[in-house]
């Protein structure tokens, strides 16, 4: 069992993923009315997202590489909704346990040091460890609705996560939002990056199309 998860991911024409650019171009509140259609209490985003937005600017350095060595998880808040912040080895450092109004939870590998995990519990933040070498996607949004009891999911970026999450298959579904502009320079993160160079692409199924002011919002089931 797993959450219900909805990818929901605003962009340029272009598929380039720049909150800044997207920002001068469409300036209203379109993308968080979507969001709050989809009924996602829980939003998940990966670490460079989050330390944009949310974390502190310097990263936690362990004065120990112990690891945790085993799946393990601490529920520090029980409630319906969570940020989720996805960060390997840990090394996001937070000024808070909670976020525009939803108690943080963090996944880590099994690798991640076992005094930022400790760090984490003392902060009254939530998190799991999953997966060694990486994170165990699958295994950690089992945990995420077995031990939390996370029923519908919202991942909103960046792209290396919404492309892992593609990967391995956890999607239900994809809301894109595509906003009257375009970036085009090099190198530029998409909505979907990183995946293996094997990967077929994925085919979706066009639910609902709706226009929001001068941006385009649809919904694709997989």
Same mark, same amino acid.
């Given at each position: #069992?797993? +959450? ?13 993923? @720049?909150? @800044? ?6 300036g ?12 996602? +209490? ?22 120990s590489? *112990? ?17 989720? &912040? ?5 090394k ?6 909670q ?6 939870l963090?996944?880590?590998?099994? @690798?991640?040091?076992? *005094?930022?995990l ?18 165990d996607? +699958? ?7 077995g *031990? ?27 809301? #894109?939002?595509w906003?009257?502009?375009?970036d ?5 993160? &998409?909505?979907? @990056? ?6 077929? +692409? ?7 199309? *709706? ?12």
């Amino acid at each position: #069992m797993k +959450p219900y998860i909805i990818c929901h991911m605003m962009s340029l024409l272009d598929g380039r993923i @720049d909150c @800044d650019v997207t920002e001068q171009i469409e300036g209203g509140n379109e993308y968080y009315e979507a969001l709050e259609q989809l009924n996602c +209490p829980s939003m998940l985003m990966g670490r460079v997202t989050m330390q944009m937005h949310y974390a502190l600017p310097e990263p936690f350095v362990a004065e120990s590489t *112990e690891p945790i060595g085993q799946e393990q998880c601490h529920v520090a808040i029980k409630t319906k909704g969570y940020l989720v &912040a996805i960060d390997t080895m840990g090394k996001l450092r937070w000024g808070h346990n909670q976020y525009d109004g939803m108690p943080l939870l963090v996944i880590t590998s099994r @690798d991640c040091p076992k *005094e930022y995990l400790d760090t984490l519990t003392r902060q009254h933040i939530s998190w799991i460890a999953a997966g060694q070498g990486s994170i165990d996607l +699958p295994r950690a949004m089992e945990l995420l609705y077995g *031990e939390f009891g996370v029923e519908r999911l919202s991942v909103t970026g960046g792209g290396h996560i919404n492309g892992a999450f593609l990967q391995a298959g956890l999607l239900d579904e994809v809301s #894109m939002m595509w906003c009257p502009g375009i970036d085009g320079r090099k190198g530029m993160a &998409a909505a979907f @990056d990183g995946l293996d160079t094997d990967v077929p +692409p994925a085919k979706l199924r066009l639910a609902s199309v *709706e226009k929001m002011g001068e941006t385009i919002w649809a919904r694709y089931t997989l």
